[in-house]
């Protein structure tokens, strides 16, 4: 049992040494030559988290809130945030009043309609009475 362990773990350590690129050549291989190789190759990298930046050393996002050490552009980045969340906001009030005069033309042209329909009911009855 015990060689069946050190068979599995040798090609293991041996791919994690050459990164992500080896286990998705290795993978890629694996389909092309034996399909079902290449999925236990695919499932085993999902199910050991291989395919994640955090397993090879890599920080987890390229992307990050905080400072970034150059004052200036942190200024700079902060005002254009904030400039960019009061245009965001005053679109957004913009949107809210559109929707609001179309809601009340809407609604206007429906009263007038309703009242044109009873003032021509009312002239019906009236000529029929």
């Not at 005002?79 to 206007?108: M, P, V, W, Y």
């Amino acid at each position: 049992m015990t060689s069946t362990v050190t068979w599995f773990s040798t090609p293991i350590q041996w791919l994690d040494a050459r990164g992500k690129g080896a286990w998705i050549a290795a993978m890629v291989l694996g389909f092309i030559f034996l399909w079902p190789v290449g999925l236990a190759i695919l499932f085993y990298m999902l199910g050991t988290n291989r395919m994640s930046r955090s397993f090879f050393g890599c920080p987890k996002s390229r992307r990050t809130r905080g400072a970034t050490g150059n004052a200036a552009f942190d200024t700079y980045k902060e005002d254009t945030i904030s400039r960019l969340n009061e245009e965001q906001d005053a679109f957004n009030g913009f949107l809210q009043r559109l929707r609001h005069a179309k809601d009340k033309t809407e609604f206007d042209q429906f009263m007038d309609d309703r009242a044109k329909q009873q003032k021509s009911d009312a002239k019906e009855a009236a000529k029929t009475a």
